[in-house]
């Protein structure tokens, strides 16, 4: 995860069970499950922020916040909007 390729047909098809698959590594596991926290709840616990601080830095933690939290927005203007899916990402079924 991470690369310039994006992630492989096998990734996406983990990502429903991240935190058990062997195809991610524990930072990358560490970013899928706070990006999900993110997107699904008001708060994140303690326990996953400092699993994500024992791997990222502040500022990434922050770049990475920002992202996610853009992307949640974007998406809900979209579907505010009934704007349809470009085909840019592949939806995993």
């Known amino acids: 995860m991470g690369r310039a390729d994006g992630l492989t047909d ?3 098809d983990a990502l429903a069970d991240a935190a058990s698959s062997t195809l991610f590594t ?3 596991q560490a970013a899928l499950a706070y990006a999900e926290t993110v997107t699904r709840d008001s708060s994140v616990p303690d326990g996953l922020f400092e699993n994500l601080r024992a791997r990222f830095s502040e500022e990434q933690i922050v770049e990475m ?4 939290t853009w992307e949640i927005c974007a998406a809900k203007f979209n579907r505010a909007l009934a704007i349809e899916a470009q085909g840019v990402c592949r939806l995993h079924p």
């Not at 916040?65 to 996610?68: D, K, P």
């Open 65 to 68: 916040t920002a992202t996610i």
């Open 26 to 28: 524990p930072a990358e």
């Open 10 to 12: 096998s990734e996406l």
